[in-house]
């Protein structure tokens, strides 16, 4: 493993989102003449790693990133203020600049895909990310509660799980940990809302599964809770945007609330009957997005795509 001149700052993990103005730099400067194919993974900066003319990049995208095309709320969770705008718009011209290098893209949700044809002028196929569905197992429902299992920033909404769990009168159970944790536990004063943090596989297995439901409080880029909640046996009730659309099969595997505020959650949550959907057909769907098809599906592209440059 070879790792960027950042990993020698200091504070390099908590201090990362200060960094961010270099790693353009970062990315760029790594060498990698010596390879004919390069296949990235990335949400923002990798897409703008510099290769040889006769080499091929394949780019697996998972979104385009926040900063180009909801640079408001990001701004507002890059722990700066108003300060960072003029740093996060030059940000956004890098990446639009660095996303015509790759050879190929491949976008994790059509979602996606229609993102990175409308911010950068590129065409993607589509690949679902990969489940690992073992991690999982089919738990009993029997706590009469719902459960959100996201990193805590602001755009994941998270404080919309909150009020409308609030609203409801249902319990709510917060998985996760992040920069917008102490703002969501004071919103939360009052509530039955239950902060666990990060947890280990196994708690976060029992947490979901005993869940009554999942909950997808934001608009989502894939949508991989769902997949993950219904490989533990359990549907989600999420909002009706984005890559959720994709991975949730509404009245099989979970069901949509419709606008996006909290009394609209609330009132899809009053009417929400979790003993309506069948454990096995949930894990048997989550079991479509397993990693064996995944692996063999982006070879196959990956394969197809070097050829193209023989």
Known sequence: MHTSFLQRFPLHRRAFRLYAPLYPLAFEAFDLRAFD???????????????????????YINTVSRFVFDADRYVGG???????????????????RAAQ???????NSRNVANRVRRWYGREA????CPVDVDRFSIGRGEGDYA?????????????R?????????????????????ARLQALARGTRTTFHGAVDDAERNALVGAARAAILPGEEDFGLVPLE????????LAYAAGGALETIVEGQTGAFFREPT???????????????????????????????????RLRALVDETAAGRR
């Open 101 to 107: 290098r790759p050879t190929r893209f491949i976008a």
């Open 229 to 236: 909640a219904a490989a533990a046996g359990r549907p989600t």
């Open 125 to 128: 196929d589509v690949l679902p």
């Open 262 to 296: 909290a009394q609209s959650l609330a009132d899809a949550l009053r009417g929400f009957d979790a003993g309506a959907f069948d454990p096995e057909r949930l894990r048997a769907h989550a079991q479509t997005f397993a990693p064996a098809q995944f692996v063999a």
């Open 147 to 159: 459960v959100v299992v996201s990193r805590l920033l602001p755009y994941k909404r998270v404080d």
């Open 37 to 59: 194919v390069i296949v990235s993974s990335t949400t923002a900066w990798a897409k703008g790693v510099k290769f040889r003319p006769d080499a091929v990049h394949i780019c």
């Open 78 to 96: 890059f722990g700066l203020g108003a300060l960072a705008r003029p740093v996060v718009t030059e940000l956004a011209r890098w990446d639009v």
């Open 161 to 181: 799980a909150i009020a409308g769990c609030a609203l409801a009168g249902v319990p709510l159970h917060i998985v996760g940990s992040g920069p917008d944790a």
